[in-house]
Nanobody, 117 residues
Framework: QVQLVESGGGLVQAGGSLRLSCAAS????????VGWHRQAPGKQRELVAA???????TYADSVKGRFTITIDNAKNTVYLQMNSLKPEDTAVYYC???????????WGQGTQVTVSS
């Protein structure tokens, strides 16, 4: 069973930066779809950024130019660097992996990001 554990969330002022980490229990990222999603209170969960094995990295329009998703396969960890944070970025952020061999879908428990104005 794959486990994903997010960390790095917290409270930050608008304009600040945070780096989220998602550590996997095994080598699950390579060759699979890896992404960060977020869910704000009263809103649906939305895709923030994703890395696909055979397609360009995708970002939500609202975070383009501010957020960067990267993978360190040696550490089994995916990161989300978030710069120029805005109050509307406040949400619970979730790490997600879709294993393409069987489309198994794995989620972390989420980490809270709060951006104050």
């Amino acid at each position: 069973q794959v486990q994903l554990v997010e960390s790095g969330g917290g409270l930050v002022q608008a304009g600040g930066s945070l780096r989220l980490s998602c550590a996997a229990s095994g080598n699950i990222f390579s060759g699979n779809t890896v992404g960060w999603h977020r869910q704000a209170p009263g809103k649906q969960r939305e895709l923030v950024a994703a890395i696909f094995p055979d397609s360009p990295t995708t970002y939500a329009d609202s975070v383009k130019g501010r957020f960067t998703i990267t993978i360190d396969n040696a550490k089994n960890t995916v990161y989300l660097q978030m710069n120029s944070l805005k109050p509307e970025d406040t949400a619970v952020y979730y790490c997600n992996v879709v294993r393409l061999s069987d489309y198994a879908d794995y989620w972390g428990q989420g980490t809270q990001v709060t951006v104050s104005s």
